[in-house]
């Protein structure tokens, strides 16, 4: 059997799991997926998060996204660091870059087995700080110059492509570049906040393809994760998982400890349970009905006659769900422009489902709004991290017998 049909059916422990550690941001963007802002009052305790970690460490994870909100201004975010990297748990964290001074780089540079993603969706100020705020843009700068400073080796710079930014990929690369970076792109999705500026945001069908046609030539040097394998129905397929790993490899466990299928999927319906409940994390990662049920084999829908299916597999689960589109049909940016005649066809009976989770601080921008910067409270710069499917779930994964976890048991 293939690593990849392993995926189908899930493994033992997710290998790209995100942990969104607090909904509080000192950011605003205006595409975050999670909504974030405000701390929720129920977040896990100190105490919750370290029985957590011990649980990850039992399950054999070897790795975790940490996000957020902003996952440094927890002010127990350095302690559970510090106590998932004891416990043989790597972090990867994503930041605005806001607390990432001198010092903190220098500690940083110094710990193994943690790795740091920076937050950019301009390579300009004047494109970053229009979706990330005023100031975030040099916030970001200024984190990545303390980073390489310090001999942090290769941080990310972590960027969701939107209309305004495609054409800047090579100012992103040259920018990851000059900081001895490695670039990661991401696709934006119509989840949280990002689905009142999506209409407005997302890739134009022509940038699609222009953002294809440079992923297959510098496709080697940046990571996507599983952003973009919609497009390999361009051609060649695309470097990256080539599959929705949405409870099979990915899931998301959130602030207040609520277990999702994808960190782009906050919504009831792909809700599979919390740590706190009884069996904890393990018993919903291996029993829960939700997840046993996306472990199913998946018939393809309407897709399943297109040409491109094998590649493009009908696209991102969270980007039709949160369009109003079936599941079992066309993603909303397929490239057979299948998707834009679907959103085209929905009325006013069509069900937009929005996500049940909103931490903002303010409300949201409406897309049909005059182009105008985001709004930003007096707090200072900076975001709110970027989450998700990170990189390839694949990346650094050699497929040996003895690497590739069981499936899950009943599967
Ligand atoms: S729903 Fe979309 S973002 Fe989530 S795992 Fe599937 S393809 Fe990735
Ligand atoms: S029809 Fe479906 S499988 Fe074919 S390209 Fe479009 S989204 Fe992909």
Request: glycine share 8%.
């Amino acid at each position: 059997m293939k690593l990849v049909d392993h995926f189908q059916y899930g493994l033992n422990s997710p290998i790209c799991l995100t942990w969104e550690l607090t909904y509080a941001c000192n950011l605003a963007c205006v595409h975050c997926l999670s909504s974030s802002g405000r701390r929720d009052p129920r977040e896990l305790t100190t105490a919750e998060a370290k029985a957590v970690i011990d649980e990850l460490q039992r399950m054999q994870v070897f790795y975790i996204n940490i996000g957020g909100g902003e996952p440094t201004v927890r002010p127990d975010f350095w302690e559970l660091l510090d106590y998932a990297i004891a416990h043989d748990v790597g972090v990867k964290f994503s930041t605005n870059g806001v607390k990432l001074d001198k010092a903190r780089a220098a500690q940083l540079a110094a710990t193994d087995y943690v790795d740091i993603q920076i937050s950019m969706d301009g390579a300009t100020p004047e494109v970053n700080d229009y979706v990330r705020g005023p100031g975030s843009f040099d916030t970001a700068i200024t984190a990545l110059e303390n980073l390489a400073e310090a001999g942090f080796e290769k941080p990310k710079i972590s960027v969701v492509m939107t209309r305004e930014n495609v054409d800047q990929l090579d100012e992103f690369k040259a920018i990851a570049d000059k900081y001895g970076a490695q670039l990661r792109i991401t696709r934006l999705r119509p989840s949280g906040r990002g689905a009142d500026v999506w209409d407005e945001l997302h890739p134009t069908q022509a940038q699609q393809k222009q953002l294809y046609d440079w992923l297959v030539a510098h496709g080697d040097q940046v990571l996507t994760g599983d952003s973009f394998f919609h497009l390999s129905a361009y051609g060649d397929a695309l470097p990256g998982l080539n599959l929705c790993g949405a409870g099979r490899v990915v899931c998301l466990i959130d602030p207040v400890g609520d277990v999702y299928a994808c960190p782009f999927a906050i919504h009831e319906n792909f809700l599979a349970g919390n740590v706190r409940d009884e069996g904890g994390f393990k018993e919903v990662w291996e029993h829960s009905e939700l997840f046993t049920e996306l472990r199913q084999p998946q018939t393809g829908g309407a897709c399943a006659s297109c040409d491109f299916f094998d590649s493009c597999q009908g696209g991102c689960m969270a980007a039709k769900f949160f369009t109003g589109l079936p599941l079992d049909g066309p993603d909303p940016e397929c490239v057979r422009g299948f998707g834009e005649q679907m959103l085209a066809d929905r009325d006013d009976e069509t069900v937009i489902p929005k996500s049940d989770v909103d931490h903002s601080r303010s409300a949201p921008r409406n897309s049909r709004a005059p182009k105008q910067p985001t709004m930003l409270s007096l707090a200072p710069p900076p975001r709110r991290p970027d989450r998700a499917c990170d990189e390839s779930p694949l990346a650094g994964f050699s497929p040996t017998a003895e690497q590739v976890p069981a499936p899950v048991a009943g599967s």
